[in-house]
């Protein structure tokens, strides 16, 4: 799907890797939309991109609820991007109940709903592209991340989901695997979490995940959606890893070639 002139939506995007994504699709001649709670963060990028800022607390299902076809004031969507998402590191049962809800409501229900909200549109006009920002962390469990891990986990499932229902229409779906990202608040605070840090460390030592450059990620994401690529995985030494967790999603997708999700006939 081309960027240039296209209106794009990203999610999380007053900071870190989603203000990258939106200055990149910038760049490449899109309109964009950015979304996240801090206003006056987000003023200031719109401004600076000549975008438009929609400030919304993605956790409030009140604010969430038509939010798309508020975006849709400026132009139909033809990118969502959904990359807020929040962690919280520590030991899974010391977790608060609405620290555990805020972070699926986030990273798991506002990326769903946003996505339910775009696709009638997009599959309608027959243009559209939908992006998850996942994680390595959906593909092998580090230390203090159990429950973000399980929601990057339910996006990367969610995405092969998409592209299987979508097969053959013109929409397309990129999902985005990647490890740690710099610079990022995400990272600077994860690494405080000790059981975190030693996990990165020895994956550090076994030079086996190295950091992500934040603008590089936002140039290969955009890239990836103007080729329809369906994963963009980082680091690439450990590519490895996601392929084979995306291994049983292929064989079931191609064992159903000619199954259309779409065909609603009972036989
Ligand atoms: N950093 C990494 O190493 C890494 C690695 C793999 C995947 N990822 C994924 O990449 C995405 C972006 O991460 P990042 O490192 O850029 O994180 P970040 O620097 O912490 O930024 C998170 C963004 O999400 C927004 N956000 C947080 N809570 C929100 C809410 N309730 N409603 C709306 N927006 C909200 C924040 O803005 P406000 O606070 O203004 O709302 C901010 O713009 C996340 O999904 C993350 O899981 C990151």
Redesign the pocket.
Known sequence: MEIMNAHVVV?????????AIAREMHKRGATVTV????AD??AALADEIDGHALA????DRGELEGLIARAEAHAPVDVLVN?????EAGLFWEMDADGLR?LID??VT?AMELTRQALPGMVERGRGHIVN?????SVGNFPGLTA?AAT?AALSHFSAGLRADLRGLPVGVTN?Q?????P????D?ILEYGPTFRAQRRFDRLALLPRTD?DRLASAIMSAVEADRRHVLRPRRAWGLAKLTELPRRLVENVLVGVSARDQDPT
């Open positions: 999610t999380g995007a007053s900071r870190g890797i989603g203000a979304v996240a709670r801090s963060a987000l919304a607390d993605l956790t990359n807020a998402g929040i962690d805020r986030l990273n506002a920002l996942s994680s390595m962390a973000y990057k985005v990647v490890g740690f990202v710099s990022t608040d995400m990272t605070k934040r």
